[in-house]
């Protein structure tokens, strides 16, 4: 079998990271695997190397936004994680949130704008958010306080158009969904914004799991994130992120997105989660395995 891993995205590294440790656990676990760096050549490599099936760990734009799910379903290679569809949803932060909505699912206020204008005016009342559209792991992200005068100057790497989001204030709240069961509760604790470096450095946060929060809100959770993982078609593993304000109780719980292919490096969430539940890490990954398939 295949793990990609790498590929042209700004999360590079952490797709390194994911692959190569998916990758000894399930050598662990007595599977034939091989490490693909997703390149042009990707249809060239996974042809001449006929895989069984294809662990996807890439992460960022073209890995968990429906192209490379394209290419594998054309190819007719079981993958890991959800679909083109539910992949380009969720990658789509404007698009998913509309989704959300429908769902009755509580987000806040954003809008699509240039960048231009993200920088000529307030677009919203600050405080805000100006990121990508379309990235993850917080790359990019501007946070404008409340009484800022003046909008953000972002950085040319930018993309052309950007989302700028109402600022939800409170802890920070994850839930993994696995074979369509939320498993539990996450509080991430950091000194600051649970920026890239508190993501991925080791002591760059604290992880409380399961979270020490009321029981309503623990259920609500649960429930918000098995609702935004089927409003998305998602299959196998997702986690979906919240913010959730104390002083405004259960109206304060926020979701904020659903990652399709949550990272599984030696920080992150996911599989803390799972191990919380009783599933080891290798066992987490022989089980996406399993669950891999095409045309969907």
């Avoid at 760096?37 to 996807?56: E, I, K, R, S, Y």
């Avoid at 700028?164 to 939320?182: C, Q, Y």
């Avoid at 539940?277 to 669950?291: N, R, T």
Wanted: with cysteine; glycine share 8%; net charge negative.
């Amino acid at each position: 079998m295949a793990v990609l891993m790498g590929g042209p995205s700004a999360e590079r590294e952490v797709s390194l990271s994911t692959g190569r440790a998916c990758a000894a656990a399930l050598r662990e676990r007595d599977y034939n695997v091989i490490e693909v760096d997703a390149g042009p050549d990707l249809c060239a490599v996974l042809t001449d190397l006929g895989p069984d099936a294809v662990l996807n760990c890439l992460h960022g734009r073209w890995g968990e936004d429906g192209c490379v799910q394209g290419l594998l379903e054309w190819m007719r290679l079981p993958y890991s994680h959800s679909g083109v569809l539910s992949s380009a949803l969720a990658m789509d932060k404007q698009r998913s949130k509309d989704l959300f909505r429908a769902a009755g699912l509580p987000v806040v206020e954003s809008r699509i704008v240039s960048r231009e204008a993200a920088m000529a005016g307030h677009i919203l009342p600050p405080p805000y958010v100006v990121k990508p559209n379309n990235e993850g792991s917080s790359v990019g992200i501007y946070i404008v306080e409340e009484g800022a005068n003046t909008p953000p100057q972002l950085a040319k790497t930018m993309p052309d158009t950007v989302m700028v989001e109402a600022f939800a204030p409170g802890r920070e709240l994850t839930t993994t969904v696995m074979d369509d069961r939320a498993l539990t509760v996450t509080d991430i604790i950091t000194t600051g914004w649970y920026d890239y470096d508190a993501k991925y450095t080791p002591g760059g946060s604290t992880h409380v799991v399961p979270a020490d929060i009321p029981s309503d809100i623990f259920d609500l959770c649960l429930d918000y994130a098995l609702r935004a993982h089927r409003a998305l078609g998602c299959r196998g593993v997702s986690r979906t992120d919240f913010r959730w304000d104390e002083a405004r109780g259960a109206e304060g719980l926020i979701l904020l997105e659903t990652n399709t292919q949550p990272g599984m490096t030696a920080t992150s969430l996911s599989p803390e989660q799972a191990e919380a539940c009783g599933i080891s890490f290798p066992d987490l990954c022989a089980w996406m395995v399993e669950d891999a398939s095409c045309n969907r």
